[in-house]
């Protein structure tokens, strides 16, 4: 629930951000398919770009802090952008070449869903074409979190993914963290 985490008064961030939540179940199973390879980094220096300051043991909320704006959603968006170009197009590029993949093997990419330039620079970087890249962030905004598994569902129950297929899950998020998995459905 990002609304808790939003000042409804900040235009930069406010109108980003949806909530939503999601799964996937995963088990084990004889059949072939299932998670083919997965990647993940992060850089926790660049925390600082999109954080909530306030909350929790770093900065617990008192009355004295409660109207500071600390804990809300605080972003610097053009350098998370720029962050966010680069490490999802890095993500997908490794789980291509860590599983010996290309991108005319990719049936469907699913990205977290937080901005649509975001999408298509990394669909772009793997030379993907968009029509093979699932997007729905017109519908709720980015999820956070959530964005993946509402996108996989969605793609499932319209017909876009189907037994066999070859999918790549990328993401970006909080504390800086990026990463990717190639999933055989």
């Not at 084990?28 to 999109?50: F, Q």
């Amino acid at each position: 629930t990002l609304s808790r985490l939003v000042n409804w008064k900040d235009r930069n961030t406010c109108v980003l951000f949806g909530d939503g939540s999601g799964a996937a179940i995963v088990a084990a199973s004889d059949k072939p398919g299932g998670i083919l390879e997965t990647y993940m980094k992060s850089d926790g220096s660049l925390s600082h770009l999109l954080e909530v300051p306030a909350g929790a043991g770093r900065m617990p909320i008192t009355p004295e802090n409660i109207n500071n704006g600390k804990r809300y959603i605080q972003m610097e968006g053009p350098e998370v952008f720029k962050s966010a170009v680069k490490a999802m197009g890095e993500a997908a590029t490794r789980i291509l070449e860590c599983s010996g993949t290309t991108a005319d093997d990719i049936s469907l990419m699913i990205p977290h869903q937080a901005n649509i330039r975001i999408i298509e620079a990394t669909a772009k970087r793997i030379k993907l074409p968009m029509d093979r890249v699932f997007i729905n962030i017109h519908k709720y905004g980015n999820t956070s979190a959530a964005s993946i598994p509402i996108a996989l569902d969605e793609a499932v129950r319209e017909g876009r993914i189907k037994q066999n297929d070859k999918i790549i899950l990328v993401a970006f998020g909080a504390g800086f963290t990026w990463g990717s998995a190639l999933i055989e459905w």
